[in-house]
């Protein structure tokens, strides 16, 4: 017995249309039923970007998570990141600063102008002379063309938009550029990554290189890929932009943490976009 | 509602379910009632590089018999107390070791009515190699050497060195100047380790 009525009795009687109308309706809110060969693609490992790459193949971090984790990053109705991108698809179309401007009104429809964007950063910025994360490209949008002030780095509405334009590129491999005026930053995010720090003495590469795959106390490690970033993040309760997971990285080795949107962590993340080259965008992930 | 028609309950029941799911999905709106994570309190019992006086013990090398090196007469005369090698061996706040090490012997503590014994005994890591008979490998001052400062035998180890503060880098301001483990807290897993034949 569901909600006070006899199923059976109620199809028998020939009421099918009202029992298909419901079925129908839970089926369209709950998203399609979960497609095997669907949900296990983004597990699969993806050859490395080049010869010269520390990793034999590449795996995203959700390879690594429990499989009722990857059902919520499987359909948007169950991701908690979704709501960020909610927000973040609001704030396109919601006129900031005095020049009375929105997203909206320079770029239009986010799905077609911002496609490709996120797959690409960060970028070497020729009129700024220097390397941008995407945040950094969002609020440089706000202060320059919206005349708004800049968000903070670790505000809801600056990881809500930059989930949002990151996800316009899902699917697409992450390939950024690491020649020309990047190629001195590449080197110094590659030094960051490989060099230990902290009480414990321990580099990204410690863990991410070398013990990718073995466990962690209850934990297994990923390679510490950033495809997914901002990625909501189940032990934060919240989406995390990837300088916030930085910070968390930092004090789990009992190291200073660096000011979020610092060169240094720019320089990482430009490092780490290149280690997961080929990877899809999975903004918004869902990780542990 | 008992006297209701049958297509007027389906009808209540199919606008039933729509809210609902309307109100899990939730409206589109602002985050502004999302709280953030706040951090843990300063001086909280258990918080790491509280605890001790941050002093490292001075200490000599030797050579070893299977290691190149060990670490001979115990840190400041301490003498360990291998029960509570035990809790440092455990405890994320402190030495840790089962982030990494299985210790096979741990898992006798696990008992049904401890609710809390298998969380601090029931999981370990595999990123090093099991501790199981650790004490028939190495003498009581190579696994002294082993906590100390690992890196003066396995230069290329992840493993970090619990009581030494030479070449580190970028420590956090609350950790600064400090081991890990304190001399006394090195000598407690010492003292476990040597039951672990």
């Not at chain 1, 309760?237 to 610092?262: D, I, K, T, Y």
């Amino acid at each position: 017995m569901l909600l006070g009525m006899n199923w059976e009795k109620t199809l028998a009687a020939g009421r099918r249309r009202t029992a298909r109308a419901l079925l129908a309706v839970s089926l369209a809110v709950g998203g399609p039923l979960p497609a095997g060969a669907q949900d296990s693609r983004l597990a699969q490992p993806v050859a490395p970007p080049s010869a010269e790459h520390p990793l034999a193949e590449l795996f995203s971090g959700y390879r690594y998570q429990s499989v009722p984790v990857r059902r919520m990053q499987d359909h948007d109705i169950r991701n908690p990141g979704m709501l960020w991108y909610d927000y973040g698809a609001k704030l396109w179309s919601l006129a900031d600063g005095e020049a009375g401007k929105s997203c909206a009104d320079c770029h239009n429809v986010a799905e077609k102008a911002m496609r490709g964007v996120g797959a690409r950063y960060p970028v070497f910025d020729a009129a700024e002379g220097k390397l941008l994360s995407l945040e950094q490209r969002i609020n440089l949008c706000r202060t320059l063309n919206m005349k708004a002030p800049p968000w903070d780095w670790g505000s809801d509405e600056l990881v809500a938009m930059t989930a949002y334009v990151r996800a316009q590129s899902r699917g697409m491999p992450v390939r950024v550029k690491i020649d020309g005026q990047a190629a001195a930053l590449f080197e110094a995010g590659k030094a960051y990554y490989d060099r230990r720090r902290g009480q414990l003495n321990l580099s990204c590469a410690g863990c991410h290189q070398f013990s990718a795959g073995k466990k962690l106390r209850a934990t297994t490690l990923s390679q510490g890929q950033s495809n997914g970033f901002p990625a909501y993040r189940i032990s934060a309760e919240r989406a995390v932009s990837l300088h916030q997971q930085f910070q968390q990285c930092n004090r789990r080795v009992r190291a200073a943490p660096l000011a979020l949107g610092s060169d240094a962590y720019v320089n990482l993340e430009l490092y780490l976009a290149w280690r997961g080259g080929g990877l899809a965008v999975e903004t918004p992930a869902v990780r542990n | 509602m008992s006297r209701l028609s049958r297509s007027r309950r389906s009808m209540l029941a199919a606008s039933l379910v729509g809210a609902i799911c309307i109100a899990v999905g939730g409206t589109q709106g602002g985050l502004a009632t999302m709280v953030p994570v706040a951090p843990p309190p300063p001086g909280a019992p258990d918080q790491p590089c509280r605890a001790g006086t941050g002093e490292v013990a001075g200490y000599r090398l030797s050579p070893g018999t299977t290691l190149a090196k060990s670490i001979e007469p115990p840190l400041a005369g301490h003498r360990g107390d291998p029960e509570r090698g035990v809790r440092w061996a455990v405890s994320p706040q402190h030495g840790h070791c089962i982030a990494c090490h299985e210790i096979p012997l741990l898992k006798e503590r696990i008992k049904p009515d401890q609710p809390d014994s298998k969380r601090r005994f029931g999981y370990h890591g595999t990123v090093a190699p099991t501790l199981e008979g650790v004490a028939a490998r190495f003498s009581e001052g190579e696994l002294r050497l082993l906590i100390v400062d690992p890196r003066a035998v396995l230069p290329t180890a992840i493993k970090p060195a619990y009581h030494s503060l030479d070449g580190l880098h970028g420590v956090a301001p609350a950790c600064a100047a400090r081991p890990v483990l304190s001399a006394p807290q090195v000598e407690d897993i010492v003292a476990f380790l040597k039951t672990l034949k």
